[in-house]
């Protein structure tokens, strides 16, 4: 039986794991390796899966409930992107709001599946527009028990990427390096950013290395970690947009995350990750915003004009997920309306996450 190099690449909501993995699976393509990708999340249709999948890679998912909590369904997923033929590699991205991944999954991975998968350091992405707030004791946006989780994630990581490092000026860059590296003591702080590339080389580096990782099993607070999940608002929205005229899909997406952003902001409450996907026909498209104070951006452009598109919302965020359900519908409505189309809703999920309950937990390392 082959073996296949497993990589999980964990990090908090918004941090860019999904824009990593599929910068990766392109470097490695380039190699002529064979790629598989896992996406994860709480809920079903999920937008990463739809993204990737729209740039061509071979995706199997885990839906409604993270890797932690349904291990057998990852090791399943891996093994169907097996069928018409064995990827050299599998790239998996968890739930951004959990952690304890190496007690729940590295270790288990290892330990139950190491014949068939060589399992890489775990590498954690840091999200620098909380990071630096939460690492230096400021208000951070998110209440304690949310932090908790965001640090605990850095804790068990074997590695670090700073990721985004070219939105940054190098003073606050260095800054920041020096913040994670005196916090995390004696882990490995990279730089990196998913959008240039740049970096990357030192992060295929990285997850060439073999030896002794996979070992930082956390000591933690179950209660914390779960209260702290269940503080975030999750919503997960597939909508079909039409008008009788042409529209700028990339401008409709944006369009919906900046109003959001508008009406979220003026209730005053943290956004850990909004993010659109359009797709229409080969052609796909994806804005986000990963925190309340940063503008929405447009990180995967569709360059197409339409009139009609599949639009899905994803929203991760500090509100009771009620309310985050009407300002959804209300930002969709009201950009929809600019370009004169109208907006049908297909599915909407709207929850707050359980209480983890891990499938395996291992308390000692291989």
Known sequence: MTTIRFILV??????GKTSTIARLARLYEARGLKVGVVTNDQATDLVDTQTLRAQGFKVGEVAGSCFCCNFNALTNAAEDLCINGTPDVILAEPVGSCT???ATVVQPMMQLFGLRFDVAPYGVILKPSHGKKILSGTQGGFSPKAQYIFKKQLEEADFIIINRSDELAKDRLDELTSLVAT?????????????TGAGF???LEMLEQRGDFGRRILDIDYDIYAEGEAELGWLNMSTSVSSQNAFSLDNLLVDIVDKLRQSLAANDVETAHLKTIGLREGFSGVANLIASDLPAVLSLASGCYTKTSEVFVN????????DLQLHVESALKSACERIDAAATVRQTQSFRPGRPVPTHRMTVAT
């Open 10 to 15: 964990g990090g908090f909501l918004g941090a």
């Open 100 to 102: 304890d991944l190496v």
């Open 183 to 195: 916090q995390s003591l004696g882990v490995p702080v990279l730089r990196t950013s998913a959008k």
């Open 201 to 203: 080389e030192t992060l």
């Open 315 to 322: 929203a991760r965020v500090a509100m009771a997920p009620e």
